[in-house]
């Protein structure tokens, strides 16, 4: 059963930065396939924000392209999302998310961290 937690949330004001961190843990060796960052917003359906996909390509939302980057350490089986230039609009509960392949196993399974609040107001 592979964990995933995220740390670096918390408030900033309009224009500011914050860091997210992901890091995946298991008993079991594994393989991570996919890794990303998610949010959902009150009211609203959780989105993609930014992904490195199956095939080693980054997906970024419209929405944030050219003020968030995301980076991952494969060593360390972490994700990080540098969020820039932030704007209230921005605020949500944002969700690691990983496809992993644990030893043993045949097939790829999705897995979630329990999320991290991100609130932009001043």
Same mark, same amino acid.
């Given at each position: +059963? ?11 004001? %309009?224009?500011?930065?914050?860091? &997210?961190?992901? @890091?995946?843990?298991? #008993?079991? &060796?594994? @393989? @991570?396939?996919? /890794?990303?960052? =998610?949010?959902?917003? %009150? ?14 390509? &980054?997906? =970024?939302? *419209?929405?944030?392209? #050219?003020?968030? $980057? ?8 972490? @994700?990080? &999302?540098? /969020?820039?230039?932030?704007? %209230?609009? *921005? $605020?949500?509960? !944002? ?5 992993? /392949?644990? !030893?043993?196993?045949?097939? !790829?399974? %999705?897995?979630?961290?329990?999320? $991290? +609040?991100? $609130?932009?107001?001043?």
């Amino acid at each position: +059963q592979v964990q995933l937690v995220e740390s670096g949330g918390g408030l900033a004001q %309009p224009g500011g930065s914050l860091r &997210l961190s992901c @890091v995946a843990s298991s #008993g079991k &060796l594994f @393989v @991570v396939a996919a /890794m990303g960052w =998610y949010r959902q917003a %009150p009211g609203k359906q959780r989105e993609l924000v930014a992904a490195f996909t199956h095939n080693g390509r &980054l997906n =970024y939302a *419209d929405s944030v392209k #050219g003020r968030f $980057t995301i980076s991952r350490d494969n060593a360390k089986n972490a @994700v990080y &999302l540098q /969020m820039a230039s932030l704007k %209230p609009e *921005d $605020t949500a509960v !944002y969700y690691c998310h990983a496809e992993v /392949m644990e !030893y043993g196993s045949d097939w !790829y399974v %999705p897995s979630w961290g329990q999320g $991290t +609040q991100v $609130t932009v107001s001043s």
